[in-house]
């Protein structure tokens, strides 16, 4: 599997999370960020058991957009 690290948080205080990542066999993206637990906001998604929800900070997004940015450049 090619996984391809795209970014982490810049302001996490560990330097080990969110991560994102991107996947290029399967033209897809993971994410690695904090375990939703809270029930409340659960169960305002309908979530499969066979899936599972990860939250991160909106500063991430910068990142899903890495992909596109070395699409578009050939010198990258």
């Known amino acids: 599997m090619a996984l391809r690290k795209l ?4 302001e996490s205080p560990s330097g ?5 990542y991107f996947d290029e066999e399967k033209d897809s993206y993971l994410v690695q960020g ?6 409340e ?8 058991g066979h899936e599972s929800v990860v ?5 991430m997004v910068q990142f ?3 992909v596109k940015k070395d ?5 990258v």
């Open 7 to 10: 970014g982490k948080d810049p």
């Open 64 to 66: 899903f957009l890495e």
């Open 34 to 39: 904090w375990k939703v637990e809270d029930v």
């Open 16 to 20: 080990g999370s969110p991560t994102i």
């Open 55 to 59: 939250e991160i900070p909106r500063r």
């Open 71 to 75: 699409d578009e450049d050939p010198d």
């Open 41 to 48: 906001r659960l169960g305002q998604m309908d979530i499969p």
